[in-house]
């Protein structure tokens, strides 16, 4: 079973950046990242595809970037122009197929990582 190891999360100051990566032990194919603030349900921010398109949610579009290495299997996320309301923690996930209906939507994923914490102080 592929592993996924995400790491990068931090404390920073509103307007400030973060850069967050995540690794996979194995072959995968679409990967994506998600968030979950306490007491609100996880949100689906950004996924790339397997020809490096990617696609983002709107409360991140412009200010968050995703990219991978495919050779790595590692995919990355770019944290620019921080808000408090970006606080929360931040999951990678990734799936054996490289098309997905919803690219944004958890349960199409297979693998998650462990999280990782993303603070912003005003």
């Known amino acids: 079973e592929v592993q996924l190891v995400d790491s990068g999360g931090g404390l920073v100051q509103a307007g400030g950046s973060l850069s967050l990566s995540c690794a996979a032990s194995g072959y995968v194919g679409c990967m994506g990242w998600f968030r979950q603030a306490p007491g609100k349900e996880r949100e689906g921010i950004a996924a790339i595809f397997s020809d490096d398109t990617p696609t983002y949610a709107d409360s991140v579009k412009g200010r968050f970037t995703i990219s991978r290495d495919a050779t790595k299997n590692t995919v990355y996320l770019q944290l620019d122009n921080l808000k408090p309301e970006d606080t929360a923690m931040y999951y990678c996930?990734?799936?054996?197929?490289?098309?997905?209906?919803?690219?944004?939507?958890?349960?199409?994923?297979?693998?998650w990582g462990q999280g990782t914490q993303v603070t912003v102080s005003s």
């Open positions: 996930a990734a799936d054996q197929r490289w098309l997905l209906r919803n690219p944004l939507l958890g349960q199409e994923y297979s693998y």
